[in-house]
């Protein structure tokens, strides 16, 4: 359902995540844990482009969400002005997948590579690339702070997307968001402001305004880290809910207990890399990797 292509990010001189592949594949519900600064949640912002990535490819299904990276296409690069330098210098029989490996491992495309790269590249993106804001209508997001609008009530917030996109009409909207709200016993907030609302309030009627999209995924970037330990509790209760409807999600958390009980997998990170991956069985009972095994060592 979403495959991550060798993702990289960098703020500046700061490599956030370098060269992260993996696949979440549809009903799977995956575990992101590991060390502050790991790049857990950079990774889960990519996945929906609220943050660009330097380099690699996001893909949903058979579309592409990032712009194309050139180093995936010998098309693209057979264009570049490199690739024909490079050939010039050469009369080897192999020369063309000797130099499209060179170019690709050594990652030598420079920045201005002509007009052919340029078309070619352009051609591939229009093939492939789906609109963002069509993909985010199928990936519902879920951040650490609630992300809620103050200013506007319980029910607004929740149908505020839904009416702004023309997916529903304002009447169906409000009948989605009441039931919601009723699924979660919050229905008699509807009127009220966040302001009023207890931490573990806020983020339930986060994940409900996710769910106003009717997703086909959910992203949760650390949703308990920022409450109370008495209100974790009614959150993970609610993403279980989920889980058991089989919505497929990716989920970055500190509750270890949590990711061995919802999770089919679970992705360890470590500057900037998925260091380990496994079952929550396997992996948090007899872990391969060192820093695993340090971390889990700490937070179990």
């Known amino acids: 359902m979403i495959d991550i292509r060798d993702l990289y990010k960098s703020f500046g001189s700061l490599a956030v995540l370098r060269g992260v592949s993996t696949t979440i594949h549809n009903g799977e519900k995956v575990a992101v844990i590991g060390p502050s ?71 030598l495309l420079h920045r201005h590579e002509g007009r052919a790269f340029r078309t070619a590249l352009a051609a591939v ?39 702004q996109l023309k997916l529903k009409t304002r009447e169906q909207a409000e009948q989605r968001g009441m039931e919601l709200l ?32 009717n997703p086909e995924v959910m992203l949760f970037d650390e949703p308990t880290s920022a409450l109370d330990p008495e209100m974790v509790g009614e959150v993970l209760d609610l993403i279980k809910q989920l889980a058991n409807d089989g919505m497929t999600m990716v989920i970055v958390t500190h509750e270890m207990g949590f990711a061995r009980e919802v999770a089919d997998r679970v992705l360890f990170m470590e500057d900037g890399n998925i260091a380990e991956e496994g079952t929550p069985a396997a992996l948090f009972s007899s872990p391969k990797n060192a820093r695993t095994q340090e971390f889990l060592s700490k937070v179990l």
């Open 125 to 163: 993106e229009e093939k492939s690339r789906l609109d963002i804001n069509r993909a985010r209508q199928r990936m519902g997001m879920v951040f650490q702070h609630f992300n809620l609008f103050n200013n506007m009530t319980v029910l607004q917030n929740l149908t505020l997307a839904p009416v």
């Open 37 to 107: 600064g790991s790049g857990k949640s950079t990774l889960l912002r990519c996945m929906n482009l609220l943050e660009e990535p330097s380099a690699g490819e996001v893909w949903l299904d058979d579309r592409l969400l990032t712009r194309p990276d050139p180093y995936f296409y010998p098309e693209v690069m057979r264009a570049s002005r490199t690739y024909a330098s490079m050939m010039a210098q050469t009369t080897a029989a192999t020369a063309d997948e000797q130099i499209l490996q060179r170019i690709r491992g050594e990652r």
């Open 182 to 213: 009723e699924r979660i016993g919050l229905a008699d907030k509807r009127d009220q402001y966040p302001s009023t609302l207890s931490g573990g309030q806020k983020q339930r009627i986060a994940i409900v305004r996710a769910l106003a999209m």
